[in-house]
């Protein structure tokens, strides 16, 4: 089993930033990959990131060359840099992981971006 447990959220005016952090315990020494999605208010839940543990990054097209994913070491927090953050990327950010038998998903953490 893996635990995840996101941190990092909160109120930001368009154009600031944010570092979003999450934080993994239990099995964390297989995963495949971690990634970050979002789910705005009355909206489904989308895909922003994944970081493949044999290396390797992906974005959505919505975050790309604003937002980066990152992560160290299976010992380390999952961060995602958010800059020129718009309104449209109101939401709450959650943290997944992937591997052999493992789909794990945090709590969210809330990213509100003030016009």
């Known amino acids: 089993q893996v635990q995840l447990v996101e941190s990092g959220g909160g109120l930001v005016q368009a154009g600031g930033s944010l570092r979003l952090s999450c934080t993994a315990s239990g099995s964390i020494y297989n995963l495949d990959a971690m990634g970050w999605y979002r789910q705005a208010p009355g909206k489904q839940r989308e895909w922003v990131a994944t970081?493949?543990?044999?290396?390797?990054?992906k974005y959505a097209d919505s975050v790309k060359g604003r937002f980066t994913i990152s992560r160290d070491g299976a010992r380390d927090p999952l961060l995602l840099q958010m800059n020129s953050l718009k309104p449209e990327d109101t939401a709450v950010y959650y943290c997944?992981?992937?591997?052999?038998?493992?789909?794990?998903w945090g709590k969210g953490t809330l990213v509100t971006v003030s016009s």
């Open positions: 970081i493949f543990t044999r290396g390797g990054t």
């Open positions: 997944k992981a992937l591997g052999p038998g493992v789909s794990a």
